[in-house]
């Protein structure tokens, strides 16, 4: 896959509660619509019950969250991919904090064998550096802390980007870096940017989840011409 097939932008609604079929399928509407208008891949990542059922309604690169269950790991991943694959989605989303990373370098290869698009989280810059070597297609800098301040892209220190950015590009220079920290508007996705961010992964904010239409076609405006 080359850097111009990959999303840039991927919604993820799996936290939405009660998020399916009105208002699952507005936000759907949506999404394909500024991806039409602008040319700017969008990806949309929602809760399981929808993703079943209207994955092959839209013209949008769908996602599914990858959950990780106790027990017979092997035989239960295998057949979780499986099942993932004949979906036909664009690829899964791996939070590093809902799986233990003794089992993320296999989920990875398998997933990436299988090409689904890989996007796996990050909140460590050493993580970051040894999740490049398993090869995902992507990994997404969460921020570690949980207050409003450092919940927010545009008022993080510069640094804690650029030294995951570093550190991948280090040890595997394929490995495309997104930002999975909080966006409130266009001014989080330009410091991004800058610091050599090429996507986003983020959850609409709660005043915009009714209508995100303007508040979407807002904040891709930085990422048209590139």
Known sequence: MTFKDEPRLILDCTNYKGLFEGQGIKIAKITEKI????????????????????????????????????????SYYRDSIAFYKSLNIKGLIIKDDLVPLIYLEKYIRDSRTNRLYTLVYSSNVAISAALSKFDPNAIAISSPHQGPEESVLSKLPP???ENHVKRINIENPKVSVFSAVGINGKIDIKKGLKQKVRGFVLE?????QHDPYDFLTDIIEPLRNI
């Open 204 to 208: 609409i904010p709660y005043s915009a």
């Open 159 to 161: 640094e804690m980007i």
């Open 35 to 74: 991806s039409s208008e602008t040319s700017i891949k969008i990806g949309l990542c929602p809760p399981f019950p929808f993703l079943i059922k209207f994955h092959d309604k839209f013209n949008i690169p769908f996602f599914s969250q990858f959950y990780h269950h106790i027990g017979n790991h092997q």
